[in-house]
């Protein structure tokens, strides 16, 4: 899976603003460390506002800062709301001959979302080595090592 630029900078722009704390974030310097233009930005302010993860205020003292602790900013929402195409399916069931596929896809999507909702924002802000993520990829690897390798037949 490929995160959009948009998540890229929605996550970018909500740790800026957990790094800050109190501070108010500016929209351009938020930009700035998401390597965007300022506009962009914008556009993508207004939905984490708009959501309700963020607050904005106007005005020559205005900025920006979380709407929430980053402890209550799940990544699985987070990614709902920034990836066109991730999020729980709300079309019945078709009867169709690939519909035993789309079961299979829609419940890896549901475990990708519920492993995503499991880490927070602030799983983020703890960086590297100092948080529950410090070896993730070797808890990843160490389960996948005790699964038994799937029968491939070769036709």
């Known amino acids: 899976m490929h995160l959009t630029r948009q998540s890229e900078i929605a996550i970018t722009i909500l740790m800026a603003c957990a790094e800050d704390g109190e501070e108010l974030t500016r929209t351009q310097e938020a930009a700035e460390r998401a390597g965007t233009s300022k506009d962009f930005a914008?556009?993508?302010?207004?939905?984490?506002?708009?959501?309700?993860?963020?607050?904005?205020?106007?005005?020559?003292?205005?900025?920006?800062?979380l709407a929430m602790?980053?402890?209550?900013?799940?990544?699985?929402?987070?990614?709902?709301?920034?990836?066109?195409?991730?999020?729980?399916?709300?079309?019945?069931?078709?009867?169709?001959?690939?519909?035993?596929?789309?079961?299979?896809?829609?419940?890896?999507?549901?475990?990708?979302?519920?492993?995503l909702d499991s880490f927070t924002l602030a799983d983020l802000m703890e960086g590297e080595g100092r948080s529950r993520l410090a070896c993730l990829d070797c808890a990843l690897w160490a389960a996948m090592a005790r699964r038994p390798l799937p029968r491939r037949t070769v036709s």
Do not use: N, W
Not at 54 to 62: C, I
């Open 69 to 115: 602790p980053a402890e209550d900013i799940p990544l699985g929402a987070l990614l709902c709301l920034t990836q066109s195409g991730i999020g729980h399916d709300k079309r019945g069931a078709r009867a169709s001959p690939s519909h035993a596929f789309e079961s299979v896809l829609r419940a890896a999507t549901v475990s990708f979302l519920s492993t």
């Open 42 to 65: 914008a556009q993508v302010v207004a939905m984490l506002v708009h959501a309700g993860y963020l607050e904005s205020r106007r005005g020559r003292y205005g900025g920006l800062s």
